[in-house]
């Protein structure tokens, strides 16, 4: 159990308040500021990505990744034969 919360704790992304997140959503532009304890968006605050990548698309993700905080898993690529 330790070592799955030392995983997670490594996933995590430390943002300075005042940061300004920008993602482009249904040729739409969502600034998002980080706030010392939470997130702003659109005039409210929020107390995660997650619920902010909800309200902007209406579907569940995952809110770092929304914002491109996290890189999706890459596939291995096939080595080129010479």
């Known amino acids: ?36 304890n939470g997130f702003a968006w659109n005039g409210q605050s929020y107390d995660s990505l997650t619920k902010i990548a909800f ?9 770092p990744r929304f914002f491109g905080l996290r890189d999706k898993p890459t596939k291995p690529r096939p080595e080129a034969s010479p």
């Not at 070592?3 to 532009?29: A, Y």
């Not at 902007?56 to 809110?63: E, F, H, L, Q, S």
């Open 1 to 36: 159990m330790a070592e799955r919360l030392e995983s997670l704790d490594r996933k995590r992304i430390d943002l300075t308040p005042g940061t300004v997140l920008v993602r482009e959503w249904d040729q739409k532009s969502h600034r998002v500021m980080v706030l010392a």
């Open 55 to 63: 309200a902007i698309t209406g579907t569940k993700w995952n809110g």
